[in-house]
């Protein structure tokens, strides 16, 4: 970094348990700042389709969060929320803000039982809000109800042999036997969906979405059956009754299914998260003539290589020619590789031996310290 005009981007996603995209991105800017006053921060917060998308978005576009209540995993009503980019004309929504695994205390997790019902209702409040593309991150998912229950609330009819409509949960789907569209959002045909899914699983079977992650919202063995059944029975309607074959595309087993029913119903499109919240942010055009991209996130593993932040904005960033520094709460051996992808150092905002509580309750200092030595040491002269 010479001597003029020095633009830093700071980029990060959430230290997880610590700080958010938003909150570490102050906190990078902090470090730069004591190091370096009169750069220019350009601070961009991301996310990778998860938690915490809509408000790095938001924060990220100049957007808005709206608040507006939903219906919950469970089925009561919860306090929730979607976000409104800059452009005002795009909504984005956490399937987590309704339907999330967190939302569902650990002796209730039942994926025959929780729905996405809230999902569906985020989304016809974006609607209301006259937004016609809609970003839906569908990762942490409480449910396995094959998104049935989200396409419920926006106006379609699930129905069983006698006619009735079927109720909520995974545990209903195999009930099903014809599928009603005639009452179904009539906005959704001239909307835009972009779902990000960083998964590939199929709907069914033993890599599909009830085998690979019904355990961990609360299925047995039996359940898991049960539900893969259900999920099973789902796609044969689909196929018949919408004449689209959703069961082995990759992707379509995430959250529950949801992935299915997006392409199936809301005629969406399933793409890498990182990507779209990329592109959403205008990452490679803000990039441009910057000297330095901090990035980072609270710990940096294998999972880091493939379709998460670091990962994605190393790509662009290498397209742009920007040098990249990713700070991580952690760093397992594998995360070294990202240096072979370019990355200019991978470093740990850790500066002792602590407890993991000590190292998040000091999370906001931490960053900022390391931070500062990046660019102290990307900018230091021979004495």
Request: proline share 4%.
């Amino acid at each position: 970094m010479g001597t003029g005009h020095v633009k830093i981007i700071i980029a990060p996603d959430s230290f997880k348990g610590s700080l958010s995209a938003g909150e570490a991105s102050e906190a990078i800017r902090v470090g730069v700042l004591r190091a370096m006053p009169d750069a220019e921060t350009v601070l961009i917060p991301l996310a990778d389709g998860g938690e915490g998308t809509v408000e790095a978005l938001v924060t990220s576009t100049g957007g808005r969060i709206v608040r507006t209540p939903a219906t919950g995993p469970l089925g009561s009503r919860i306090d929730s929320f979607f976000g409104v980019l800059g452009d005002s004309e795009t909504a984005v929504v956490e399937m987590a803000a309704a339907s999330g695994l967190p939302l569902v205390p650990h002796d209730l997790r039942n994926p025959m039982l929780t729905t996405t019902f809230g999902t569906g209702e985020l989304i016809r409040a974006a609607l209301d809000a006259g937004c016609r593309r809609i970003i839906l991150g569908i990762g942490g998912s409480a449910t396995n109800d094959g998104g049935v229950g989200a396409i419920q609330a926006l106006g379609a009819r699930f129905r069983d042999n006698e006619g009735n409509e079927v109720g909520f949960g995974g545990g209903e789907l195999a009930r099903i036997r014809t599928i009603d569209l005639s009452g179904l959002d009539a906005r959704i045909a001239e909307t835009e969906f972009v779902v990000a899914c960083d998964v590939d699983n199929p709907l069914t079977g033993e890599r599909g979405a009830s085998a690979v992650f019904g355990p961990q919202k609360g299925a047995t063995p039996e359940m898991v059956s049960a539900l893969d059944a259900g999920l099973q029975n789902l796609a044969e309607v689909i196929r018949r009754d919408l004449g689209r074959d959703v069961e082995d595309l990759p992707g379509a087993g995430a959250a529950g299914g949801l992935g299915a029913a997006s392409v199936a119903f809301l005629g969406a499109e399933l793409r890498s998260g990182i990507e779209i919240v990329l592109e959403a942010t205008r990452f490679a055009e803000r990039i441009r003539g910057a000297s330095l991209i901090v990035t980072g996130e609270g710990r940096i593993d294998a999972q880091t290589l493939g379709g998460k932040t670091i990962n994605g904005v190393l790509r662009v960033a290498r397209s742009e020619g920007v040098p990249v520094v990713a700070l991580g709460g952690g760093i397992e051996p594998e995360g070294y590789a990202l240096l072979d992808r370019g990355a200019a150092a991978v470093l740990s905002i850790i500066d002792r031996p602590m407890s993991l509580d000590e190292a998040q309750s000091r999370a906001r200092e931490l960053v900022s310290i390391a931070a500062e030595q990046v660019v102290r040491l990307r900018t230091a002269r021979p004495v």
